[in-house]
């Protein structure tokens, strides 16, 4: 019996890197790894990649080579590529008889249906609902879904890698970061975490964890107060939080990031899910812990820090994403 493949999109993100690393030590798969700049190909072959494939899913022509022999699928990218995820959900559904299982990354809260939302509870401000970035999330999911193929979605809370790195450069050469979350307490999550649910999820496969939702969230909320001293204690020097307003969040950021950042603040991902505990049979891995210990990829959280960022002060990175029509009904 042939070993089975499985494709890894996103191989050069947070969860990718440490996913291709995991599965490689864990064996069981050829871990087939996408990259679009091909400049990575010794990063994934280095993390343990048995092949990689340029990938585009913005390019339907990049699909065929990559899905050839592929019968589960990782499938992570980023907010303002919705469009192209949603169109390869529907080649992956195209491919139902070939694709036994898709594990999708999204986030907690994304499921419009879920029975304890209430938009007039789950919102900060008078008629806020749920966030777009959220819509888009479930948009992610309900595409899979609605393609007839075996999913298992991770919901995760708010990754520990993003929570800071719009001010890694305050942070290192002043001693400083903002936000507008002050005292809400959130159970940020790391990314290697993630990575390590997906693993196991895809090794005990779709008869255990087909049609299953899985929220992954930190060992405990923190404040930024804490959150500030974990970095600081990790960087042994003095770091402080300085709190910002929503409207100087949204002026730096844009609308779509801040009213994400609104539902942080309402204690929504206030919560520590057990889902985590019950895939890998031990507690998420907390801040503290994170930046100063290395993931199996090697790098620790104070080095991801460091590394590229969607988000920069002064662009709106989800500008031309909000004019997407409502796929969601």
């Known amino acids: 019996m042939s070993t089975p493949t499985v494709l890894i999109t996103s191989a050069t993100g947070r969860i990718g890197k440490e996913l291709v690393a995991t599965l490689a030590r864990d064996g069981g798969f050829t871990i087939r790894a996408c990259s679009f700049n091909p400049d990575n190909r010794e990063i994934l072959t280095a993390l343990g990649a048995d092949e990689i494939v340029h990938f585009d899913l913005n390019d339907s022509a ?9 019968t589960a699928v990782y499938s992570a990218s980023l ?3 919705i469009e192209g995820h949603l169109a390869f959900s529907e080649e992956l559904g195209r491919r139902a008889d070939q694709i036994d299982h898709v594990v999708r990354v999204s986030c907690m809260g994304a499921d419009t249906n879920t029975a304890s939302y209430d938009p007039d509870k789950h919102s900060s401000r008078q008629g806020a609902g749920i966030p777009l970035m959220l819509q ?4 992610g999911e309900k595409s899979l879904i609605d393609a007839g193929l075996h999913v298992t979605v991770l919901r995760n809370n708010f990754f520990m890698n993003h929570l800071l790195k719009t001010d890694s450069e305050s942070i290192r050469n002043d001693g400083w970061f903002s936000n507008p979350l002050g005292d809400a307490r959130n159970s940020f999550v790391a990314t290697r975490d993630i990575a390590e649910a997906a693993a196991v999820v895809l090794r005990e496969g779709p008869e255990r964890h087909a049609n299953k939702f899985y929220d992954i969230t930190g060992p405990e909320p923190q404040t930024m107060a804490e959150i ?3 970095l600081g204690a990790a960087m042994g020097m003095s770091i402080e939080y300085r709190a910002q307003s929503m409207e100087d969040f949204e002026n730096d950021f844009g609308s779509t990031r801040a ?3 609104e539902y942080l603040t309402n204690g929504f991902y206030t919560r520590c899910s057990p889902d985590f505990y019950n895939l890998t049979g031990h507690k998420p891995t907390s801040y503290a812990d994170y930046l100063v210990s290395p ?7 104070l080095d991801e820090l460091w590394q590229g960022n969607l988000w920069k002060k002064g662009e709106d990175a989800m500008a031309d994403a909000a004019e997407i029509a409502d796929v969601g009904e």
């Open 295 to 301: 993931g199996v990829s090697g790098e620790t959280g």
């Open 62 to 70: 990049t699909w065929p080579a990559a899905l050839d022999g592929v």
């Open 136 to 139: 888009h999330y479930w948009w």
């Open 228 to 230: 500030a001293a974990d």
């Open 79 to 81: 907010d303002p590529m």
């Open 259 to 261: 009213e994400f950042f």
